[in-house]
């Protein structure tokens, strides 16, 4: 069994969260856990704790998150672009991985799945996110 990398982990709990969304929009019933066992082939604590966390804090994380987007709000972005802004500030400002890390992750799969445009919002609102935690302690 291949061993997932960190990028390769985040991308596939992106494509959960995104899913999620799908799921609820259209009314199709479905629990978090066959969506992480269905693209998962082995258990993983880092999918399962980062896809829970999201749900979790997605309150929080989403009005961290529109405070920064600077007369928008994530519901008017796609599920892709929430699904990926949503991870990197729940990786912010709820995990132990290192900021750059968390931000650079959710700028390289933006570039996979978004416009330019969106992959510089995404970048400014997490960047402002973390400015924002390391001058106030969250």
Same mark, same amino acid.
Request: proline share 1%; no cysteine; net charge negative.
């Given at each position: 069994? =291949?061993?997932?990398?960190? @990028? ?9 969260? /995104?899913?999620?969304?799908? *799921? =609820?929009?259209?009314?199709?019933? $479905? ?13 993983? =604590? $880092?999918?399962?704790?980062?896809? *829970? !966390? &999201?749900?979790? /804090? ?19 972005? !796609? ?8 991870? !990197? %500030? ?15 992750? %959710?700028?390289?799969? @933006?570039?996979? /799945?978004?416009?330019? @445009? &969106?992959?510089?919002?995404?970048? %400014? ?14």
């Amino acid at each position: 069994m =291949e061993k997932l990398n960190r @990028s390769e982990l985040r991308k596939i709990i992106m494509t959960i969260l /995104y899913q999620k969304l799908i *799921y =609820e929009k259209n009314k199709i019933d $479905f629990t978090i856990d066959n969506l992480i066992n269905d693209s998962l082939s082995i258990d993983n =604590e $880092f999918v399962k704790d980062s896809v *829970y !966390g &999201v749900i979790t /804090y997605q309150t929080e994380l989403d009005k961290k998150i529109n405070k920064y987007l600077n007369g928008w709000s994530i519901d008017r972005l !796609g599920y892709t672009d929430q699904s990926i802004l949503r991870l !990197g %500030a729940y990786e912010l400002l709820y995990t132990d991985t290192p900021s750059i890390v968390s931000i650079n992750e %959710a700028i390289e799969l @933006s570039k996979q /799945y978004s416009d330019e @445009s &969106v992959t510089k919002m995404i970048n %400014a609102t997490l960047d402002k996110i973390y400015h924002d935690k390391e001058n106030n302690g969250k």
